[in-house]
């Protein structure tokens, strides 16, 4: 072979492990991106949930009944959320968070919301604590995961 069917061909050949390259780069990339803003998501909507849930305890004398349907529908996103997750992202699984997010569901509406009639420092304490640790595990996963 000369020399230059050695250099066109290294060419060729170097151009095409540098597109493959680049094509599953940038796919990891968009996707592990992707990933990222949906855990924020999640973490967002913990947040949200928590405030909402705290607000109805501390206030369970005066809360509206449309409170506790807000609450539910704040976990029913996040469960849908999960779920779809669970579906989209090989390494994550809701088996990984499903205790802390049973937990803090149980903080939030305290199965029924009639656990007690007054103000409970204690569950606003443990709703708190228990969103905290579903975001810990949730960027546990995501670190794991990219």
Known sequence: MSAYA???????IGAVVAVITNYWRTRYTVRSQDFSKRIEEL??????????????????????PHDKQY???LQAKLSLLTNYLDGQYRG????IISKPLSEFFDGCSGGDFDDCNFSDPQRIRRIMVDGEKLKIKLMETRGGLY
């Open 6 to 12: 050695i250099s066109v061909s290294s060419a060729i």
């Open 92 to 95: 994550f699984s809701t088996q």
């Open 43 to 64: 973490c967002k909507l913990i947040g949200e949930l928590e405030v909402a849930a705290c607000k109805f305890w501390a206030q369970k004398k005066e809360a509206e």
């Open 71 to 73: 609450i539910l529908g």
